[in-house]
């Protein structure tokens, strides 16, 4: 329990006839039935401001998404016949922003109150919500009395799945250069003929059957079959690089969403999609299949992945593909070319995919650094502006060799990565290179 400004300014008011009580007997008086009446009116809102007859009930998410503002709510019943006045703290860890994070609510006797706020989580995984704090003002507002409602429960907080949700629905909508993706091949645009059907806004000129439409005296539109059943394997460096933050998310978060999106596009493709996880050593290796089986196999091992923190072995990564994959597979490699001695070791090793695969890296263009080593120093900032003049060129070395062994390159922000490696994705689809 405590006090608030008013009982404060209560008391404040009573240390007058205190102070005058050494020239006056009255005023002592005054004093004590002054100090007398604010004790009994303190045990009085003691104990209305009791916890009995609240309820408090929460509304989460079906998922909280990382990277996301989530949407939650809570609603606390009042079934008194007094008003109560109730700030809520929820028990989320330190690491979560709720906004706002301190939820006050007005709730007349026997009514209810709902309240909302929105939840950035500040992590990917299990985490636990604790009981909520509520203050429980006083009818007079005199004092506060704090408790403590709800059990602790495991709230699990995954990667972006609205960016999934999102593009389905601007697929649907043919909408999709609004996500940035660009519609270089879309589902049942491949080769073959297979049907006509009449037409709908945003298909393609080239794909309108004018002889058709001649015959039938409305648009009709060509439908292609298309080229499914090939493989695309992901490949996810979970070393220490990728647990540099970036925007209050890991590069290994980005890198999860970006698996994800490509995934879930292939799968609706009609393609295969496997995974590979490694730092040190390869931690996880499933290949390629079909779908709904293989977007769950994507979700249940990329939850609860994280970072490393140990140096990357790409030469294991490339040995376990290589040993595994028999079929030829678009292989996504996604990681962070920020280190020297990782950059010389992907350029030795990850071309040698090229003899039986397509291999495709993805790497994370850091702005900060571009814009150390571009823009003109600081006198107090020369010694920065040289090193990263040093790595950005040791970066595009790397890129080009890789280019130069035939290795795919996509090398963009972190906010870009999953829109990028999905445009490429569909390029390469494109142009049957697999």
């Known amino acids: 329990m405590r006090p608030t400004w008013i009982f404060l300014v209560l008391i404040a008011l009573g240390i007058v006839p205190a102070v005058l009580a050494v020239h006056s007997r009255g005023a002592l008086l005054v004093a004590a039935a002054w100090d007398a009446a604010l004790v009994l009116l303190l ?162 000129l080239r794909n309108i059957d004018w002889k058709a439409t001649a015959r039938r005296r409305r648009p009709a539109t060509r439908v292609h079959e298309t080229e499914r059943g090939q493989s695309v394997l992901i490949l996810l460096d979970a070393g220490r690089l990728m647990a540099a933050d970036s925007g209050g998310m890991t590069k290994l978060d980005y890198a999860i969403n970006a698996a994800l999106m490509l995934g879930y596009v292939a799968l609706k493709q009609g393609d295969r999609v496997g995974l590979e996880v ?81 291999p495709l890296c993805v790497s994370f263009r850091d702005p900060s650094l571009v814009r150390l080593g571009t823009e003109p120093p600081e006198r107090d900032a020369m010694y920065e502006h040289v090193a990263a003049m040093e790595l950005l060129a040791e970066r595009r070395k790397a890129l080009g060799e890789l280019r130069a062994g035939g290795v795919a390159i996509v090398d963009v922000p972190p906010e870009e990565i999953a829109v990028e490696s999905v445009n490429r994705y569909l390029r390469i689809k494109r142009s049957q290179a697999l």
């Open 278 to 358: 490694f730092s040190s050593t390869v931690e996880s290796l499933s290949l390629p299949r079909a779908g709904r089986a293989a977007l769950a196999g994507l979700m249940e091992t990329l939850v609860p992945l994280q970072p490393r923190l140990t140096f990357s072995n790409y030469r294991a990564a490339v040995e376990g593909v290589m040993k595994k994959m028999r079929r030829r597979a678009l292989v996504v490699m996604y990681t962070d070319l920020a280190d020297p001695e990782a950059m010389r070791e992907i350029v030795r090793v990850f071309p040698r995919l090229r003899r039986a695969h397509l």
């Open 43 to 204: 045990i009085v809102e003691a104990v209305a401001a009791r916890g009995k007859g609240l309820e408090l009930e929460r509304t989460l998410p079906d998922k909280i998404c990382l990277g996301e503002e989530n949407a939650c709510s809570v609603t606390v019943r009042n079934f008194r016949g007094l008003p109560a006045r109730v700030r809520v703290v929820e028990g989320w860890p330190a690491e979560f922003q709720a906004t706002p994070a301190a939820l006050d609510l007005d709730i007349p006797g026997h009514d209810g109150r709902t309240v909302s706020y929105m939840l950035r989580p500040g992590g990917r995984g299990e985490f636990e919500l604790g009981p909520a704090q509520v203050w429980i003002r006083s009818p007079l507002g005199l004092v506060e009395r704090r408790f403590e409602f709800g059990d602790p429960f495991k709230a699990r907080v995954y990667p972006n799945l609205k960016d999934l949700r999102r593009y389905d629905l601007l697929s649907r909508r043919r909408l999709l250069t609004q996500h940035g993706i660009r519609a270089v091949r879309r589902i049942g645009e491949g080769r073959e003929f297979e049907r006509l059907r009449e037409y709908t806004p945003g298909d393609e």
